[in-house]
């Protein structure tokens, strides 16, 4: 099943960028674009299932106030006015939070989170908190107390998780950009599966302050948008140190918008090989992408890494046991409140030795060293595919099935987790599509801080390979109806 478009719906097809001019010449109103995507979440809200609630009084007080601001010549910057939409693990201010979760009730949020303050004070609007996998855990979107997430693009099929909301809602153009979390790729595989741009930012450059974790040693927070300039401009409003998050990190911010053109100039690229078997269409849009990536880029060289395997191990550890500590208490007293996913993949954790989890902790700052001494030595950036599979159906990766889920997470985290442990960026772009018509990711993996050639070489390799991810995607709907 394919989602039919707005007839205004062309004004959400636009870049930030783009919109930004628009309303900056006072073609439009952030009321009135506001509206606009309200009226889209809406219409295709029944067929994606992305929302977890449209706040919708709330979302036009704050474009009301906005065109006050522009009326007098205030802006805020190049997100004011600009409707966006959130994973619904941060929290809001006097509004609950549900984490996708019958577990946590409903009591209200304390204080917003820093990254949706951070927004807000940009000029973001925000329309509402996004469905997601229960307690951020999960690759697949699918959730049994507020329905399954649908991919944007053939909503049979699974939309990525855990910020399954965030993939369906940008990929349906009903929002130009969100914020996710990511602990083993939950902001990278609904990117990927929807046809997005995705950044695991480094470990600490966005603060967590406010955002309910799965594994504190790996949670990421970072934009899911339908370019790399747009993920730039919402990760330069929300990176940066804050005292709310000791974890975040106190390093300079660069400018990553200016720098789009320029910071991947010279890039050494390499591609990681020898990780896991890739299904035959998957391994074909590789090739493919490497005859571009060598076209911008010179040589690319392979090169395999012995510390992929372990990094993934590791990070399964610290999933598991950092969830269980959260979760414990929860575990014992609300048991049935859990998925059966959700419980059996973290009940695990209460098991496992802590000889085990501290070894992990012991390894981490050596494995990263030996990473960037040996795998990255001569690289600035390595590549790998985002899902070693095309998207699934809904029905092929079902963790609700008994004894389904640890399957089914083996099978589309294998090259994401990996990076999670290790702290380091990962870009999630699309690198073409398969032959059903739906797209395949393409993973950019740097140095620490690393951001900006990250968003400079997908922003070049955007542009060198013609991808408009709105036209693929009406290709991919007229391509569905003839079948």
């Known amino acids: 099943m394919t989602i039919e478009l707005l007839d205004k ?23 009135q674009l506001t509206q606009t995507a309200l009226a889209r979440a809406r219409q295709v809200g029944p067929q994606i299932n992305a929302f977890i609630e449209l706040r919708e009084e709330q979302a036009l007080e704050q474009a009301q106030t906005l065109d006050r601001e522009a009326a007098q010549g205030r802006w805020r910057g190049p997100l004011h006015g600009v409707p966006l939409a959130h994973k619904d693990c941060f929290e809001r201010q006097g509004l609950p939070t549900t984490v996708g979760s019958k577990v946590t009730g409903t009591a209200l949020g304390t204080r917003t989170a820093t990254a949706l303050s951070l927004l807000e004070q940009a000029g973001a609007v925000d329309l509402g908190p996004l469905g997601m996998n229960e307690m951020v855990a999960g690759p697949t979107g699918q959730n049994p107390h507020f329905g399954d997430c649908r991919n944007s693009w053939d909503t049979e099929r699974i939309s990525g998780g855990s910020s399954s ?213 001569n690289f600035d950036v390595l590549l790998c595919p985002t899902m070693p599979i095309p998207v699934p159906t809904r029905e092929e990766a079902d963790v609700e099935s008994a004894g389904r889920v640890f399957g089914v997470v083996a099978a589309l985290t294998p090259l994401t987790r990996p990076f999670s442990y290790l702290g380091l960026p990962v870009l999630t772009m699309p690198m073409g599509c398969d032959q059903r018509g739906l797209p395949m990711g393409v993973q950019l993996v740097g140095r620490p801080f690393g951001e900006a050639r990250l968003l400079s070489m997908a922003h070049l390799l955007e542009v060198q390979s013609g991808w408009d991810r709105l036209a693929r995607l009406r290709h991919a709907q007229q391509l569905k109806g003839k079948t």
Not at 9 to 30: D, K, N, Y
Not at 178 to 187: F, M
Not at 200 to 210: D, L, M, N
Request: charged share 20%.
């Open 9 to 31: 719906s062309a004004l959400l097809e636009q870049s930030i960028t783009q919109i930004g001019q628009v309303l900056r010449r006072g073609e439009t109103s952030s009321v």
């Open 165 to 377: 909301g965030s993939g369906a809602a940008v990929g349906a153009a009903v929002v130009y950009g969100s914020l996710g979390s990511d602990t083993g790729g939950s902001i990278r595989l609904p990117a990927s599966m929807n046809g997005l741009f995705g950044l695991k930012p480094t470990y600490g450059r966005v603060s967590r302050a406010g955002c309910f974790p799965r594994a504190f040693s790996l949670d990421c927070v970072g934009p899911l948008t339908r370019s790399a300039q747009d993920c730039a401009l919402i990760l330069q409003a929300v990176a940066g140190s804050d005292a709310r998050d000791a974890s975040s990190a106190v390093a300079p911010v660069p400018d990553y918008p200016s720098l789009l053109e320029s910071a991947a100039l010279g890039s050494r690229v390499g591609v990681l090989s020898g990780i896991t078997s890739y299904h035959p269409e998957i391994e074909e849009g590789l090739e493919c992408w490497l005859q571009i990536v060598h076209r911008c880029f010179g040589r690319v060289d392979r090169v395999v890494s012995d510390e992929i395997k372990t990094c993934y191990a590791m990070a399964d550890v610290f999933s598991k046991v950092e969830a269980a500590t959260l979760h414990g208490d929860w575990m014992r007293e609300r048991a049935k409140l859990y998925s059966q996913a959700v419980f059996s993949r973290t009940e695990p954790g209460l098991h496992i030795p802590a000889v085990r989890y501290l070894e992990a902790l012991q390894m981490r700052a050596k494995i990263l060293n030996d990473f960037l001494m040996h795998t990255m030595k």
